[in-house]
Structure formats: structure tokens, C-alpha cells
């Protein structure tokens, strides 16, 4: 047999004393690469799978967010919206569309200029996905995903605006890692009521909404959270980034124009 | 009479029980038998990385080097744990959320290193299938029991169809919110193996010391 037969090298590594060393590394060497192979398969083609289910557990939060704030949801429809126009862009798939690996993409996303970036994001994707609910033709309520740099994690929620685009029909959030009993509180529903009726800005004004430090006093104010003034401080500046001129501002404007 | 390979099958279920002879794998009994159908699933995925990595350590039982055995098991448990959670999430999502840390703590389940160590390192495949088969089913059965009980006294449904109508759904029953919690599971667990050591008596272990007073010596 010739040496560069396969079959002749594995005879030889089977033969080998177990304990010596040639043979520790390559038993370590082969094991750890037939389970690198096992479980990068299993991975890769079931992916789709779990992305699939996790989609379908987001829209299932956002129907139970609009339900939890105004009754029935009803159907809503997912558009992709490019946030500089503003128009929505039919060419993307809103089902598959992923905000967040948008984000990442030097391709599909465009750094925020330091001075627009108040929540603390670095970049943001070029399209966002938005959920809309029609009643006669027109649209009665608006879901916006927002996120922005909290006290010391990433704050990501959802936003339902109604018909006239400026009064807080909800605001939810799912995702967080501020300090538990503190920060944390964001999620509680207790607190997320608080938004609701809140007004995002006057005639024509950027937005005005915040978290106040303390009772909130007037209609773009909620209550802040004792113990938490920064993470009520990221909530403020992310819902004025996205509901700004960077952010949805460009949508929100062209829905109020083909409102009125 | 039955053959080894049926005892190989049948033993580990009731007579040599790793969770209610051995006591190993209370964590995950305990964490995940609040309701029926998590049970099952955990009993489901436990079983099937048991007999899988029994198969592939038999399998190369004979080329391990002694020095890196443990690590070579634990791989090896490591990725099929893995693959298991990774089919979950994508066959059975809502459970596999409810399970959430236990099946990746499959790999720290006594119950799996300890088969491969002691029986997988040093028996053919066939008998070390059967031999996770068994001792899977075995973990199983006591899961299923302690499931089908918290489940059925705790919130008066299995498998979520009610069975027992609760008072607040207009019936006669109080559920037992203690059944739900952690504890329940490890009273119950006491009662199981009680009851099965009253009926076996030879799997009542020798006490470690006895007290002086007797006069007799620590055996």
C-alpha cells in the first residue's frame, strides 16, 4: 500500500498506544471537528425555522401591545419604510426584512452624524418596519419600533401613535438590561399606561415628549421612575430620535400631509 | 427468563432508577415538572442525547485516551445538547421558551456523563444504546409522574385540557399553588422514593454511622 493512502494513515492512528501523545491530539483534534460539523449543521439548516418563530412571536407582541392599549388590533399591515423619505419601499419583504442586521450592514445603513445621534446608536439601517392599522381607507393607528441606549443596555420597544401621528396610543418594551427593580421597571405595565394620550410635540415643533424627572407635569410628560433618571433620560432621547427628523419624523410628516 | 439485553433495558426503570435510586438529575426534575407537557419534552430531548452519546463514546470507547476522557465526553454530550436545543427552538418553540436554561443544562445532567463513564467506556454500542434507552426512560418515568401530579393538583389541567374544573372556572377545585413551586416536587420526589424503597427494601442503603449508644461500631 502506498503511503499516501488515506486508509494506510488511519490504520496507523488507530494502532497507536492510546496515552501517547500523537494520538491524545489527534483523538482531541477529530472529536472536536465532528462535533463542530454536527452542530454547525443543526444550526445552519434550522435557522429558518427559528427565525420564522421568533417573527412570529414579535408581531404576536405587537398585536397584544395595540390590543392591551385600544381593544381589538385588528389586522395590521407591515410596510418597510426608507426613514430619510420617508415612502414606504415595496421591493422589501417586510416579513424577512431584520432591523437589526440592517444596522450592522455598512450596505443598508448610514452613520448617525454625532449631533442628530441624542439615543446613543452609532448607526442606524436605511429602512425600518412599521405596522399600520386602516379603518374607511385611513390610517387609524401607526407602530414604530424604537431603541436607543438606556442606562446601561440597549432599550428596545414598540410605539403606537394614533390617527393625527402626534398622541401615544402605547409604548412597550421587550428588550433590556437595566437594573432590576430600577430601571427595569420600564417594562412594567404600570408605567407603559402612563403614555398613554401623551402628545409628542406642538403645531409643528420637533418633539417635545419626555420622561420627566420626578411628576410629569403637561401632555408630552409621563412620570419618572424613582432610582432610574438615566434610564428615563435614554426613553426621553430615543423616542426624540426616532420621532425626529433623523428618525420617522420624514414618514410621520408625509402621513399627516395625506391625512389632512 | 430474560436475556442481559432486556435487563440492560429494563433495570434502569424502576429497580436501578438514576433519579430515585441513584438521586442524580433532581435539578432538572425538579425545575421542569411544573407542568406535564415541559416534561415530556425534557424527558423526550434527555433521552435522546442520552442514547446518542452512549452510541458515539461506545463507539470510540477503545481509542479515548484515558488523559482526556472526561473532556472528550463532556464534548461530545456538549454538541448533542446543542443540536437538541437548536431542534426545540425550531419544532417546538413555546416550550422549548418554558424549558429555557434546562435543556442546555443537559449537559451538566449527571445522569448523561455518568452512563457514559460507567457504562458507555466499557460495553459494545448495542447494549450502551440500550443501556441510554433505558436509563432515559427511566428519568423519564419519574418526570412524567412528578409532571402529571404538579400539574394536575396545581393547576387542575393536563396537558393544559382541564380535568379537575377550577373554582374560579365556576368548578369545585382550589388549586394547590404549593405544587407549582419548587418545593412540591422535592416532597413528592421524598415520597416516590419511599414508597419504592417500602416495596424494595433491598434498596434501602446501610445507614453511614450508627450512633454509639448502640455499642456497636461505625459500619
Known sequence: MGKLNPVYWWRLLLGLPNDGLTKTLAVALL?????????????????????????????????????????????????????????????????????????????????????????????????????LREVNGKIDLIVLPVYGQGYQSIL??????????????????????????????????????????????????????????????????????????????????LLRYWLGNHGFGPLLDRLRKEGS | MPGPYTKTLMDPLIENNPVTLQILGICSALAVTTSLLTALVMSAALTSVLVVSNGAISLIRNHIPSAIRLIVQITII????????????????????????????????????????????????VPSLLDGLGNGLGYSLILIALGSVRELLGAGTLLAVAVLPTIRQGGWFEPLALMLNPASAFFMLGFLVWIIRTVRRHQVEEPEFRPRTTGSKAG
Open chain 2, 78 to 125: 456538549a454538541s448533542l445538547v446543542i443540536v437538541a436545543d437548536e431542534i426545540l427552538k425550531a419544532y417546538a418553540f413555546e416550550t422549548s421558551k418554558r424549558l429555557s436554561v434546562f435543556v442546555g443544562l443537559i449537559i451538566t445532567n449527571c445522569i448523561v456523563l455518568a452512563r457514559a463513564e460507567s457504562f458507555a467506556m466499557r460495553n459494545p454500542p
Open chain 1, 31 to 131: 472529536v472536536a471537528l465532528a462535533s463542530a460539523i454536527v452542530v454547525s449543521t443543526a444550526s445552519v439548516h434550522l435557522r429558518p425555522m427559528q427565525e420564522e418563530n421568533r417573527e412570529r412571536e414579535r408581531q404576536a407582541r405587537i398585536v397584544a401591545l395595540v390590543s392591551a392599549a385600544i381593544g381589538d388590533a385588528g389586522p395590521l399591515i407591515a410596510r418597510v419604510v426608507e426613514l430619510r423619505t420617508g415612502r414606504y419601499s415595496p421591493d422589501i419583504d417586510p416579513v424577512t426584512f431584520d432591523q437589526r442586521a440592517a444596522a450592522g450592514d455598512p450596505a443598508r445603513s448610514i452613520a448617525i452624524p454625532p449631533e442628530a445621534d441624542i439615543a446613543g446608536l452609532g448607526r442606524r439601517a436605511n429602512h425600518a418596519r412599521v405596522f
Open chain 1, 156 to 237: 428596545y420597544g414598540y410605539l403606537a401613535l394614533r390617527g393625527d401621528f402626534n398622541t401615544v396610543a402605547a409604548l412597550s418594551f421587550y428588550e433590556q438590561g437595566d437594573t432590576p427593580g430600577m430601571g427595569a421597571r420600564i417594562t412594567e405595565a404600570a408605567w407603559q399606561a402612563n403614555w398613554r394620550d401623551r402628545k409628542i410635540a406642538d403645531d409643528g415643533g420637533s418633539p417635545k415628549i419626555a420622561v420627566a424627572r420626578g411628576k410629569a407635569e403637561g401632555p408630552y410628560e409621563v412620570d419618572g421612575i424613582s432610582g432610574a433618571t438615566r434610564t428615563g433620560q435614554g426613553v426621553t432621547n
